[in-house]
């Protein structure tokens, strides 16, 4: 399961207009407290669009039919990212997308 990041860096590097997403795979299952892998990035180490990808899938996941757990509604899934921003999540990222979330689906963006 940890190596998948690294896959899809190696599949999309040998493209050569894919090099610079290549880059963000890798690092969308890095956490800001370093506990993610590949690499154990700490903080704004892993790229910022790396950051960005990895709070969309959480929220995506979250809010999706998956055969692995139950679906949470979106404001259950703003309270999940609250919670792990400054752990798993970087937390300025998850303030921006919960605003922007909030702001499209018309929800209070405190949850």
Known sequence: MQKHPVIGERVLGAAPAMKQVAKLVRSTHERWDGGGYPDGLVEDEAPLGS???????????????????????????IAELRRGAGTQFDPIVVDVFIDRVSSISGQKSRA
């Open 51 to 77: 950051r960005v990808i990895s709070i969309c899938d959480a929220y995506n996941a979250m809010t999706s039919e998956r055969p692995y757990g139950e679906t949470k509604s979106p404001v259950e899934a």
